[in-house]
Nanobody, 123 residues
């Protein structure tokens, strides 16, 4: 079993930055793909970014390309999402997910998911 805990969310002004962390425990995630998703009020959960187990491949939603950067530190068993130039529409609960092996941008509800961290962007 893998437990994922997100942190780093908060309130930030538009144009600002936040760095989210996804700390894993229970087992090493060095062979897992990691993904970030978000869900805004009244909307479906949507894909934000993903990274392969080695970190050699990354994937981004068009809406965040050039502003967000996904990374990982396998030695720390942690994934990150650096969010720059934040916009009002980035306001959401952000979730991380882990899936064994190669995943691309696909993650199943049956994969490992964290409880989420709130990101609120104000004008």
């Amino acid at each position: 079993q893998v437990q994922l805990v997100e942190s780093g969310g908060g309130l930030v002004q538009a144009g600002g930055s936040l760095r989210l962390s996804c700390a894993a425990s229970g087992r090493t995630i060095s062979s897992y793909s990691l993904g970030w998703f978000r869900q805004a009020p009244g909307k479906a959960r949507e894909f934000v970014a993903a990274i392969s187990w080695s970190g050699g491949n990354t994937y981004y939603a068009d809406s965040v390309k050039g502003r967000f950067t996904i990374s990982r530190d396998n030695a720390e068993n942690t994934g990150y999402l650096q969010m720059n130039s934040l916009r009002l529409e980035d306001t959401a609960v952000y979730y991380c997910a882990a899936r064994a092996g190669y995943s691309g941008s696909y993650f199943s509800p049956n994969d490992y998911w964290g409880q989420g961290t709130q990101v609120t962007v104000s004008s």
